[in-house]
């Protein structure tokens, strides 16, 4: 769907696609020559799939042709795309290197991972990025592992035109600061790794490839959302340490961020899924019905008789463990003080959720606006407020694109 009538000049396409577990989403923005950042369209399908653990040539053309489809009928223009792997599918971790030269770094980080990733290292992708502010900077990217790997058919980018998650970009979440402080004169670069397997990377490349689009960045979803958030918080919300609560339809990804890079995160088998079903078998509705109870009445504690708070208590407090788990783990590396939590996700619309999270962690929660920083069409303002939380993976990956 287009969101304005007439078309603009464009001199920066950015498109972001969301391939999860029940839904597929793209979003497109533009960019014109003054910076200002433009919605132009965006779209979302059901679709159950489960790209991460199939790799059947049916699921395959399925989520191509899926995604061919919604990108026409959305009337997305370009033909280049980002797009994220899910938190559960990638092993990251935080380790330390000694210092060497820049031409050095990829192998000196691919040594020490050995010890680390719990699979054969020649069968991932490597990515990493040194925390130390003053640090060399690394050149490495998930996808960049595959130009030896692929086959005519997929026709990927050459690498020159895949951006690394290193370079310098004013719509990146910020540059992160490690243990030493920036110091250059220590012996061990602090280094966060991220590692992929590389048939799953080869199966996103095969997906867009047969949907027409040539695929070329390719990062954890922790990574988008952070950006995407960091880039709807005012300054002195995005200061220090916050973590970001993104609750989709079937899982919660908690993502502890320090200076505006993904520290820790944790995925939780709870999402907007679980309270539908609890307010379904607690009040012996159907599921239809439940959703619409949780939409118009949320944890509001005077309707009902206040029977829906207190049937999805349960699922709150997992939810709320699952934050406290992910603070401890964060609190053991030596992390700092953490500040705030911001919501995220589909499911994060549930009113009273803010409320009921600030009263049982203790702090400020707040819902960041990114979409006040795009232009898009007054006419759908209500629907940006409905569908905005659910798009900010999307957003994410366009704003990195």
Not at 187 to 207: C, G, M
Not at 288 to 295: G, H, I, P, T, V
Request: positive net charge; proline residues 4%; contains cysteine.
């Amino acid at each position: 769907m287009f969101l304005f009538s007439q078309k603009k000049k464009k001199t920066d396409r950015l498109v972001g696609v969301d391939i999860g577990t029940a839904n597929l989403k793209v979003l497109e923005l533009y960019k014109d020559k003054a910076g200002k950042i433009f919605l132009e369209t965006y779209g979302l399908v059901e679709l159950q799939s489960d790209i991460i653990r199939s790799d059947s040539e049916l699921t395959k053309t399925r989520i191509a042709d899926t995604l061919k489809q919604l990108m026409a009928k959305a009337g997305v223009n370009a033909k280049e795309a980002a797009s994220s792997i899910p938190g559960f599918s990638v092993f990251s971790t935080i380790i330390n290197v000694p210092r060497v030269k820049d031409s050095e770094l990829a192998e000196a980080v691919k040594w020490e991972a050995k010890k680390f990733v719990p699979f054969p290292i020649d069968d991932m992708i490597l990515d990493f990025k040194v925390l130390n502010q003053n640090a060399v900077k690394p050149k490495a990217n998930l996808l960049k592992g595959l130009n030896k790997l692929l086959s005519k058919k997929s026709k990927p980018e050459p690498a020159s035109k895949i951006q690394t998650n290193n370079e310098s970009n004013s719509d990146s979440p910020g540059e992160p600061t490690g243990s030493n402080n920036g110091n250059v004169e220590s012996d061990l670069l602090e280094v966060f790794l991220t590692a992929v397997p590389k048939n799953i990377s080869q199966r996103y490349l095969d997906i867009f490839s047969r949907a027409g689009f040539s695929l070329t960045n390719l990062e954890p979803e922790t990574t988008a959302l952070t950006r995407a958030v960091k880039f709807g918080l005012d300054a002195k919300q995005a200061e220090g340490v916050f973590s970001v609560i993104d609750v989709g339809s079937t899982a919660t990804e908690i993502i502890i961020v320090d200076k505006g890079f993904p520290r820790v995160s944790r995925n939780i088998d709870v999402g907007g899924s679980a309270i539908t079903s609890a307010i379904a078998n607690s009040l012996r509705v159907d599921r239809l019905r439940a959703e619409k109870f949780k939409r118009d009445f949320g944890l509001e504690p005077n309707r009902l008789a206040g029977q829906i708070p207190q049937v999805v208590k349960p699922v709150i407090e997992q939810i709320v463990e699952g934050i406290y788990h992910t603070f401890n783990l964060y609190y053991n590396t030596g992390g700092g003080k953490i500040e705030r939590l911001v919501l995220s996700g589909g499911s994060s619309l549930l009113k009273g959720l803010e409320k009921s999270l600030a009263d049982l962690v203790n702090l400020e929660v707040v819902n960041c606006q990114p979409w006040s920083k795009i232009v898009y069409h007054p006419d759908f303002e209500e629907q940006i407020k409905t569908a905005a939380p659910a798009f900010f993976v999307c957003l994410g990956l366009a704003l990195k694109s």
